[in-house]
């Protein structure tokens, strides 16, 4: 876009080839910013002051090496690299023949507003929906956010983030509007009682009787031999036939009425349920 002259506001312009080279490299240093600011969860700071005798690209281990004293925190961290990214950096540094004491990347002082200018440039609003300001640092809670959603585990990622409370990188830096709870409660384990279509051993809903009343016990499916018989084979733990172990269920504080329910599932989940729902087994 030509910012200044008679011609501000437009986005094309007939430039010479010298010039249109050192946009091309301007706007490439650019990528590498965002792109490592996205993918390592560096703060703009730590990224400005990073030189290229702190970056490691060992072919399979490579990673940024902070400095304490460009650190937030004070204390020094090294920071794993993606391939992909570390692919992108050495290029750069051979094409620009960088030596070991120089800047990894030039991030010119008043970089929000060139920010800025790329948000509006992509069609991005400064704040979203929920009135949120976008800005640098908010790199970071997208950081924090890919992290979990790729199903990153909290200890993990609040390492990645380099934080000492853990609240912090799960409450504050990860957006839970991003989460896909849906999915996580697709992915709970079946309990005693329902089909588990997605093993060899399958578990079929007890067969439907009426409920009984009084003091009489339901049977819901249950053999007349009530123990389960446990398989070990290919170390999985599970039952080899429908034939549960029962459990007394008391239905309110005044109520006669009982029902039976398995014990056990491959992942003995229901018995945790069994601890919190009933009053103990019979």
Known sequence: MIRRGKNKGILEAELRPGVVAQLEAVGRER?????TLFLTGLRLD???TLTVAQVDLTTGAELIQLEAKNEKNGIGSEIPLRSDLAEELRSWIDSKKLSPSAFLLSVPNG???IFDRDLKAAGVPKRDERKRTVDL????TTFATMLSTTGTGP????????HANLQLTMGTYTDAKHLDVREA???LPKLAGETRNETATSFSKPATKPLPTGDTLGHFGATTDNRATESTNAGHTGVTSPRPFRFAVRLGSSAKCRILWPRFSPDRVQTLAAKAIFDKPY
């Open 31 to 35: 990528v590498l910013i965002y792109r």
């Open 46 to 48: 730590e990224l400005r």
């Open 137 to 140: 640092h908010a790199l970071r």
């Open 155 to 162: 200890r993990t990622a609040q390492a990645a983030m380099r």
């Open 185 to 187: 409660m697709e992915r």
């Open 111 to 113: 970089f929000l507003r």
